[in-house]
Each structure stands twice: as C-alpha cells, then as structure tokens.
C-alpha cells in the first residue's frame, strides 16, 4: 500500500489523508498489552498476510535484537485526514476507560452493573457510558480493521457493502459533537457482542487478529477484547469451537441500543484457550498453502513437498532460532528459488 499525504481520507473521503502514524488500533487497547513504552512485545497474525506472523518487540524488550525500528504494527501514515483522526480519538478516550482500564477496579464498581447471564455467562453493563458513543466506537473498529485487512492483504473481512455502511454512518456520526451523538436517536443499530478475560497472565503479551475464515459472526481480537460482529441480524454460519460457540450464543451479551452497553466475562483460562487454538489453525492454513506453492513451483507431489518443506523448515528454525512460521516461509522461498 504506497498513499501519500496527497490521497483523499479513508473516512470522510474529502479532505487529504496527511495525518501519519494513524492507529487503526487505538493505541491506549494496546496498553495493557505493550507494558511500558519501548518493552511492546505484540503479534500481527492473519493466515493470509504476507508476513505471516509478525512479531514486534519494542527497542527495550530484551528479546529484540534487531536494532532496526520497526514501525508499529498498529499505525500506518496518510489513511486518515487530522480531522477524522481527531475525531476517532474522541470516541476512544470516552469508551476505553470505561470499558478497559476501569471495569475491574474495586473503586468503580458503582460504575457497572454485574449481571449472570442465562447461560452462566457473566456480563458488565457499563452504566455511566452511553449505548450510541459505545457502539460508534465498535464500529470503528470493526472498520478499521477491514479496511486495512483489505487495504494490505486484499481480505474482505466483513461484506463490501457492510464495510461501506459503517464508514457511512461513522463519518455522518462523527461530525457530531459528543452531546449530539448521545441524542441522535437514528444511528443504525448493528449486532455485536463484546467478551474479554476475567483476568490476564501477564500484561506485556497479546493478539490482534482477524481473519477471514469466519463472517457470521465475524471475529476480531483487539488484545483484551474479542468482538463478534454480525451486521444487520443476529445469524450464526459455520462451525465455532469451545469457547467461541458459547460466547456467540450468549444472547444476554448482545448490545442492545436500549440498554446499558455490555461486556461479556470469559475465564482466564478460556480466553488462553483460545488464543492457543487460534495460533495452531493458523499455523496448519499456512503450512498447506506453502505446501501448494511449494508444489505449484516444483512440480512435486502434495506429500513430496511437504516433506521438503518440513525438512528444511525446520532446519532452518533451529539453526536460526525464527519463530517456525517464518521459519517455514523462508524454506518455501528457498525450494521456489532453486527451481
Ligand atoms: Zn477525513
């Protein structure tokens, strides 16, 4: 992706994108899982981007040896004007406090209203954060997220249309001062529903992830948090595992435009569950589609170059020391260049 300060924003589509280093995700969702500045330890993860797993350690993280700076993952220059960065900006600083920092503190429990739902789910509602500025921040997300998956990689995260509906609606919400946005009573409802963790191993480590593997609901991982967006109707395609499935059936999660926003509680345990099996599936997607390259370049068999592919993959990652999946593309690059 080569924009320039000199292409027309993403959001408004009106004024010129000058503004660099724009998040695509906030910054302060990022916090808790960066630690302390410059010690960021984060992984960009998608089975379809080039760089298949992409780890960034901050300049003072011990476990980075590469004296290069690299460019957060996270922000990228010239997709928005300042405008609408600023704008953004609003939203995130009245919901993530709200919906992060404070949700587990003794001290501002009066904030939130603990409910068990139905099905054994815990849920918060936030009392003091309004239902329309909660959801416009959502959709933000759920925005950027595919408009960069489709931007860098070409993955269509969420429909076309639906994508476009959501920059319609933010970019008309967000010329609204904050008071207008909480009496505007025709922003569009959508469906989603919002879970973190009970608690978290430790607060340096964490995931950004999506995928296009599953739409309805589609999944989005912003560290702490796991959305689950379904567009215009509550519909549920395609097979889930534990503990997604039961996430998604959760019915007492999902936010509702007349009621408090809600946070749905899945266990420490159930969240690194997860965190794990997304990984492995990630992982055995990228081994066959560099098995087929590897194939495709070799004229090979399947099994044939999975083998190669395997033996010098590995290889490579314990002489090197490169985390297995950058391991195994090298050795893809490798076979296809000898050929
Ligand atoms: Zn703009």
Same mark, same amino acid.
């Given at each position: 992706m080569n924009r320039t300060s000199k292409d027309v924003c993403l959001l408004c589509g009106f004024k010129p994108s000058t503004k660099k280093n724009s998040h695509w995700v906030p910054a302060a969702m990022l916090k808790s899982m960066v630690g302390k500045r410059y010690n960021e330890e984060s992984y960009q993860f998608s089975s379809f981007q080039k760089r298949k797993l992409d780890v960034y350690?901050? !300049? *003072?993280n011990l476990k980075n040896t590469d004296t290069t700076i690299k460019q957060n993952h996270y922000s990228l220059d010239y997709i928005f004007c300042d405008d609408c960065e600023n704008k953004l900006g609003v939203l995130e600083s009245a919901v993530i406090p709200v919906i992060q920092n404070e949700i587990r503190l003794e001290r501002k429990r009066p904030n939130y209203?603990?409910? /068990?739902?139905? %099905?054994?789910?815990t849920l918060k509602k936030c009392l003091r954060l =309004? =239902? =329309? @500025?909660f959801r416009l921040f959502i959709y933000s997300i759920v925005w950027r997220f595919s408009l960069i998956h489709q931007l860098e990689d070409n993955i269509q995260l969420i429909s076309k249309d639906l994508q476009e509906d959501l920059r319609l609606i933010l970019n008309e919400s967000l010329s609204l001062d904050l008071k207008e946005i909480i009496e505007n009573d025709s922003i569009h409802s959508l469906v989603f529903q919002v879970f973190t963790a009970d608690s978290f191993d430790d607060g340096t480590e964490g995931t950004v992830y999506s995928e296009e593997i599953h739409k309805d609901p589609a999944l989005f991982f912003v560290n702490e948090f796991i959305i689950l967006f379904y567009g215009n109707e509550y519909t549920i395609t395609g097979e889930y595992y534990f503990p997604i499935? !039961?996430? @998604?059936?959760?019915? *007492?999660? /999902? =936010?509702?435009? *007349? %009621?408090h926003p809600k946070i749905g509680f899945i266990s420490n345990a159930s969240f690194n569950e997860l965190i794990n099996r997304i990984f492995g599936d990630g992982a055995k997607v990228i081994l066959t589609s560099l098995t087929n390259s590897v194939a495709s370049c070799t004229g090979l068999s399947f099994i044939e170059s999975r083998y190669h592919l395997y033996k010098l993959g590995m290889d @490579?990652?314990?002489k090197t020391g490169s985390n297995i999946i950058q391991s195994f593309e090298e050795a893809a690059e490798l076979i296809c260049s000898n050929n």
């Open positions: 350690y901050g !300049r *003072d209203k603990e409910e /068990l739902g139905e %099905d054994g789910i =309004n =239902n =329309n @500025i499935e !039961r996430m @998604i059936q959760s019915v *007492d999660v /999902l =936010n509702s435009k *007349d %009621d @490579i990652h314990q």
